[in-house]
C-alpha cells in the first residue's frame, strides 16, 4: 500500500482501477518510402485530418463551450484544414519520399521555428495548439490516438485536466481524476465539482508512480490517492463508499420535489455558478434560477480584457437557458493581483484588503462600463439582476448608480436595444456593509449576504492561512448578529434579501437562517441537493426558539451547543 | 486579380482571434488570398501563414485576390479590418 498526499479539490470518494494518460511528446523516425508508396500515404493523410477535423466538430456540438474553449478548437481545426500544411506535407511526401510521419513532423518543426522568433509573447505562445495538433496527428497515424475508451470504475490519472478531455469522457464509468499539476481553481476542477466527481490535484509525478490498472482509492476530502490499499483499507472505503452511493442515491430523488420547509413554507433555493460550462449539467438541479452568477472565468488566463460583445453573448446565453427564472449576475469581484497583466497594475502586499471587487471596478471605469453595458443590453431578454460585491460604503452605491445611468444613455445613443432599471443588489460581505444596512437599503433594489467573506473580513481570518484557518469560524457571534441585523434592516425597508456561502447549505445553519426570515438562498451544485435535503426537514413551528437562543449566545462553543440540543430536541418530537 | 491596401487597426493587431476570423472569412470564397507585408507574402486562408504574419497595430497590408469571386472576398475582408474585427 502507498499513499500519495496532493490536494483535494473536489469531494466524495471513488475507488476503481487507474488509467494512466500520458500524454508524452511522441518521438518520430524517419523513414523514407518508395514513390510507388506516395499515393497510399496521401490518401492515409488526407483519412488522418478527416477523423481529426470530424472529432473536433463533434466535440464543439455536443456541450457548451465558453468562448475560450471555443474559441481554442475552432483554431485547431483551422489548423488541420490549413492549405498550407497540406501542401507542405504532401509535397515532401512526393518530392523527397519521406513517410508521412516524418514530413509532418518536419512541417511542424519549421512552424515552431517561426513562432519562436516572434516577438509578442502571448502570440510565441500559441505555439502549444501547433505542438496538440502535431502530436494528435501524429498519434493518430501511429495508431496509438489515445481512445479514451475507460473501463468501468476508472480513475483517470493524468498531468493535468484540459475541459475538453473532461467533457469527453465517458461519465458512468468515470470515478475520479488525479492529476500531476492543476488547482482549486482551475477551469477543469470548477467543472468537477459541479458533476459531483471527485478529483486530487497537485500529486507531483504521480504519472509515474502509478503502474496503469493498478487498484486505487481517491479521497477527496483528504486529497489522497491510495495505492494497492491493504484489505483492511480496502473494507474501511468500500463502506464510505457504499454510504456515498446511498446518499446520492436519496439526495437524486429530491431533484422532482419542491423545495420546502417540512411544513411547506416555499423556499427558494438558487445555484452559486463560476463557468457557463457548468450550466448543461447544473440546470436540472433547480427552477429558482442562478443566484450568484460569478463572471471572474471571463478574466483570467487571457491576453486581453473581454469585450462588451463577448460577455453580452454569454450573459444572454445564460440567462435565456434560465427563463423564466433569474440570472443575478455579480460585477467582476477579483483583486488586482490576478490582473496586473490586464491592467497595468502593480500587485498588492495585502489583495484582500486592497482594490477588489467595487473598488478595482470604480478604480477601471471603462472595465467598469463595459461589463455593464453588456448587463444590461442581456438583461432585454434575460431576467437579470446585477448585484455589486465587497461594498462598504453608500457611496460606492451612489457612484455604482451614477454610472449605471451614463451607460443607458451611451447604449441609448448608440441605438442598441438595453433594459432600463435593472434590479441592483448590494453584496453585504463587510461588517460595514452590515451595519450600514438601513442606509444602503434605500441605495439599492436587494441584498446579498456573502457568508464566507462576511466571516473573514469580520473575524479577520484568512481562510487559506495554515495557522488560523481554524479560527475561520461561521458560529461566532459576530457574524450571526451581523447577518440579523442586515435581514430586519431588510424587513424594514421592505427589501428582498438573499444569502449565498457555504453557510447557507449547511445543516447546522439552515434552520437559523430560515427563521431569521431567509427564504431565498444561493449555493453551488456540489451542495446543492444537500441543501436542499436540510431545507425540507425544518419544521417552521420549532425554528422560533431556536433564534433567540442562537442569538442569545456568548461564544461560538454555545452556539454550536444550541444547535446540536436543538436538532437533538427537533428529531425526538418528530 | 483584384488587390487593396489596408492598415490594420485595431488594437491587437492580427493577433489569435482576428487571425482565425480572417481565415475564417477568407475560406468561405473560393478565390485565393494573399497577404503581403513589407516583402513578405503569406497565404491568406493559412492560419499559420497569416498568424506568423504578425501584423501590430499600424501595419499597412496588400490583400491580394484572385478567383471568380475575388470583388466579394475583398471587400468582405476589408469589412474586417475597418470594423477592427469586432474587438469594439
Redesign the interface.
Known amino acids: 500500500m502507498q499513499k500519495l498526499q496532493g490536494v483535494g479539490v473536489s469531494l466524495g470518494i471513488a475507488v476503481g482501477r487507474a488509467k494512466v494518460l500520458n500524454r508524452q511528446p511522441l518521438q518520430v523516425a524517419s523513414r523514407s518510402i518508395d514513390a510507388s508508396d506516395v499515393s497510399s500515404e496521401l490518401v492515409r493523410f488526407r483519412s488522418a485530418l478527416e477523423h481529426i477535423g470530424n472529432d473536433i466538430s463533434r466535440l464543439l456540438d455536443s456541450f457548451s463551450f465558453g468562448k475560450n474553449e471555443r474559441?481554442i478548437l475552432?483554431?485547431h481545426r483551422?489548423?488541420l484544414?490549413?492549405?498550407?500544411?497540406i501542401k507542405s506535407v504532401e509535397r515532401m511526401v512526393r518530392d523527397d519520399l519521406i513517410c508521412l510521419e516524418h514530413a509532418v513532423s518536419r512541417h511542424f518543426q519549421k512552424?515552431a521555428k517561426?513562432?519562436d522568433e516572434?516577438?509578442?509573447d502571448?502570440?510565441a505562445q500559441?505555439i502549444a495548439d501547433?505542438r496538440e495538433i502535431n502530436q494528435r496527428l501524429l498519434r493518430h497515424l501511429q495508431g496509438n490516438e489515445q481512445k479514451i475508451e475507460l473501463d468501468t470504475d476508472t480513475i483517470l490519472v493524468v498531468d493535468e485536466i484540459p475541459v475538453s478531455l473532461l467533457m469527453k469522457l465517458s461519465r458512468d464509468k468515470l470515478r475520479g481524476i488525479v492529476t500531476d499539476k492543476g488547482s482549486r481553481t482551475s477551469h477543469a476542477a470548477i467543472v468537477a465539482r459541479s458533476l459531483g466527481l471527485p478529483v486530487v490535484v497537485g500529486l507531483r509525478d504521480v504519472i509515474t508512480e502509478v503502474e496503469d490498472n493498478a487498484h486505487c482509492i481517491l479521497d477527496g476530502q483528504s486529497g489522497q490517492l491510495i495505492i494497492n490499499p491493504d484489505s483492511h483499507t480496502s473494507d474501511v472505503y468500500e463502506q464510505l463508499l457504499s454510504n456515498q452511493e446511498q446518499h446520492r442515491e436519496d439526495l437524486l430523488k429530491l431533484v422532482e420535489q419542491e423545495t420546502a420547509t417540512a411544513d411547506g413554507t416555499r423556499i427558494h433555493l438558487r445555484l452559486n455558478i463560476e463557468l457557463p460550462e457548468e450550466m448543461d449539467h447544473v440546470l436540472h438541479l433547480s427552477e429558482d434560477g442562478v443566484g450568484l452568477f460569478r463572471t471572474e472565468f471571463l478574466f483570467m488566463d487571457r491576453?486581453?480584457l473581454p469585450?462588451?460583445?463577448e460577455q453580452y453573448i454569454i450573459y444572454r446565453e445564460v440567462a435565456e437557458k434560465l427563463l423564466p427564472a433569474p440570472l443575478v449576475i455579480r460585477t467582476v469581484d477579483i483583486g488586482g493581483d490576478k490582473l496586473s497583466n490586464l491592467l497595468n497594475i502593480e500587485p498588492e502586499k495585502n489583495p484582500a484588503l486592497g482594490c477588489r471587487g467595487i473598488r478595482l471596478s470604480l478604480e477601471h471605469p471603462d472595465l467598469f462600463r463595459?461589463q455593464i453595458m453588456a448587463i444590461l443590453r442581456a438583461a432585454v431578454t434575460g431576467n437579470i439582476r446585477v448585484m455589486l460585491p465587497l461594498i462598504s460604503c453608500v457611496e460606492q452605491v451612489q457612484r455604482s448608480r451614477k454610472l449605471i445611468r451614463t451607460c443607458e444613455q451611451e447604449l441609448a445613443q448608440r441605438g442598441r436595444e438595453f433594459r432600463r432599471n435593472v434590479p441592483l443588489g448590494v453584496m453585504i460581505e463587510t461588517p460595514a456593509a452590515a451595519m450600514i444596512s438601513s442606509v444602503l437599503a434605500t441605495e439599492c433594489d436587494f441584498f446579498s449576504i456573502g457568508t464566507n467573506d462576511l466571516i473573514q473580513y469580520t473575524l479577520a481570518v484568512d481562510r487559506a492561512s495554515d495557522t488560523v484557518a481554524d479560527q475561520f469560524d461561521p458560529y461566532h457571534p459576530a457574524v450571526l448578529h451581523l447577518i440579523t441585523l442586515t435581514v430586519q434592516n431588510a424587513r424594514k425597508h421592505n427589501l428582498p434579501v438573499s444569502i449565498c456561502g457555504e453557510m447557507a447549505a449547511e445543516s447546522d445553519f439552515i434552520p437559523f437562517l430560515i427563521g431569521l426570515g431567509l427564504h431565498d438562498l444561493s449555493v453551488s451544485p456540489g451542495i446543492y441537493l444537500t441543501a436542499k435535503e436540510n431545507i425540507m426537514r425544518v419544521q417552521s413551528s420549532d425554528i422560533v426558539d431556536l433564534v433567540l437562543d442562537v442569538l442569545d449566545a456568548e461564544c461560538s462553543a454555545e452556539v454550536k451547543q444550541r444547535i446540536r440540543d436543538w436538532h437533538k430536541a427537533s428529531r425526538k418530537s418528530r | 486579380m483584384q488587390q487593396k491596401e489596408i492598415t490594420v487597426t485595431n488594437k491587437l493587431g492580427l493577433h489569435a482571434r482576428p487571425s482565425a476570423l480572417l481565415v475564417k472569412t477568407a475560406n468561405n470564397f473560393r478565390s485565393e488570398l494573399h497577404i503581403i507585408m513589407d516583402d513578405v507574402e503569406v497565404n491568406g486562408k493559412s492560419i499559420m501563414g497569416v498568424m506568423t504574419l504578425a501584423a501590430a497595430r499600424g501595419s499597412r497590408l496588400v490583400l491580394q485576390a484572385d478567383g471568380v469571386d475575388e470583388d466579394y472576398l475583398l471587400e468582405e475582408i476589408a469589412k474586417l479590418f475597418e470594423s477592427n474585427f469586432s474587438e469594439d
Open positions: 474559441d475552432d483554431t483551422l489548423i484544414q490549413d492549405p498550407e500544411l512552424a517561426l513562432f516572434m516577438e509578442d502571448y502570440m500559441r501547433y491576453s486581453s469585450t462588451e460583445e463595459t
